[in-house]
């Protein structure tokens, strides 16, 4: 008998918004994790470098789940050098974590572009791999993502439970429209992204002046 699973969410969290936070409590709730963890990217390597540093976002995520149940603020990828990839985050876990199934938390986008990510074949072999999509939204894949899905995918949770990795599960999850990018915008106006964001994070960003 496996322990419940472990999820991931990684992200730039720049800063952590209701959005992804509706998204890992549903998760939570549905899926019967033992916690979310939620990862800032220290240095992704996707994308730019975040406006904000590493430790004010993680500061940011911390704030957002204080007192939450199920939701924890994970800063290991602020204590390793380099780019942050998933892949050595997922390895880290699987130390932390040798009987609990993980699971990593993507979004249809996300999982579309997987094969851009360092190592990621390895990454099935270290999770199962939980891809959000919006109700209603279908999303070209290539013939290899195709196959791929079709290869790993389950249609029921049992496996997610019974074990380590390996499976897909899709499930569809209506979105928040609040995005990261909206709210350092209205921040930049000078304007109110009070209800989009925890009101603890509105005062991080407030006492260090972010995104203005
Ligand atoms: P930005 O606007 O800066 O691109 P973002 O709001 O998309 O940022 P990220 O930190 O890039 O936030 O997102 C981390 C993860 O959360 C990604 O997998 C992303 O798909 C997911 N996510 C972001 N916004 C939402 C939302 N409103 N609802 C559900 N999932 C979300």
Redesign the pocket.
């Known amino acids: 008998m496996t322990a419940r699973p472990v999820g991931m969410?990684?992200?730039?969290?720049?800063p952590?918004?209701?959005?992804?936070l509706?998204?890992a409590l549903e998760l939570y709730e549905r899926l019967s994790f033992a916690q979310v963890h939620l990862v800032p990217a220290a240095n992704p390597p996707h994308?730019e470098k975040p406006t904000v540093g590493a430790e004010l976002r993680f500061a940011m995520v911390q704030a957002a789940v204080a007192g939450v149940s199920g939701l924890i603020a994970d800063d290991r990828e602020l204590k390793r050098q380099g780019f942050s990839y998933t892949v050595d985050t997922l390895r880290s876990l699987r130390n932390e974590y040798p009987n609990n199934p993980l699971c990593l938390?993507?979004?249809m986008?996300?999982f579309i572009g997987l094969p851009t990510w360092q190592a990621w074949e390895s990454i099935i072999e270290l999770a199962h791999l939980v891809v959000?999509r919006r109700p209603g939204t279908l999303l070209p894949m290539s013939h290899r993502m195709h196959d791929f899905l079709v290869t790993h995918q389950v249609n029921n949770t049992v496996d997610i439970h019974t074990r380590l990795a390996g499976k897909i599960l899709v499930e569809e999850?209506p979105?928040?429209?609040?995005?990261?990018?909206?709210i350092?915008t209205l921040v930049a106006q000078g304007r109110d992204p009070s209800y989009l964001i925890p009101l603890p994070v509105l005062e991080i960003i407030q006492q260090y002046q972010l995104y203005r």
């Open positions: 969410l990684g992200g730039t969290f720049n952590i918004h209701h959005g992804h509706r998204l994308r938390i993507l979004g986008d996300a959000v999850i979105a928040l429209t609040i995005s990261a990018t909206q350092r």
